[in-house]
């Protein structure tokens, strides 16, 4: 299960940090999607199991930061710089790097809203 937390209203420049926790992150994937209304579910950074590798998509790259902390079981994203197009509810997502009977396991958090108004 991932518990996400931190969404809220800033203003646009502002800042903002994301925290998603689970009971243990080992071996675990993780990932920050976001949804804005209207539109399909984005892939916003992923960080590898042993946190020693980041990707970010293009509209966040330079303004966002994921972080692994493993003594916490907590992602997080930090978010700076924030525009009004960053508005959307922001998941968590968990994929195993391991497989039980042939399958990675999944997980997606319930969500948490973010809303940058200019």
């Known amino acids: 299960q991932l518990v996400e937390s931190g969404g809220g209203l800033v203003q646009s420049g502002g800042s903002l940090r994301l925290s998603c926790t689970t009971s243990?992150?080992?071996?675990?994937?993780m990932s920050w999607y976001r949804q804005a209304p209207g539109k399909e579910r984005e892939l916003v950074a992923t960080?590898?199991?042993?946190?020693?590798?980041?990707n970010y998509s293009d509209d966040v790259k330079g303004r966002f930061t994921m972080i692994r902390d493993r003594a916490k079981n907590t992602v997080y994203l930090e978010m700076n710089s924030l525009k009004s197009e960053d508005t959307a509810v922001y998941y968590c997502?968990?994929?195993?790097?391991?497989?039980?009977?042939?399958?990675?396991?999944?997980?997606w958090g319930q969500g948490t809203p973010v809303t940058v108004s200019s």
């Open positions: 243990s992150i080992r071996g675990l994937t």
């Open positions: 997502y968990a994929l195993s790097d391991f497989r039980i009977n042939g399958n990675r396991m999944e997980s």
């Open positions: 960080i590898t199991s042993g946190g020693d590798k980041t």
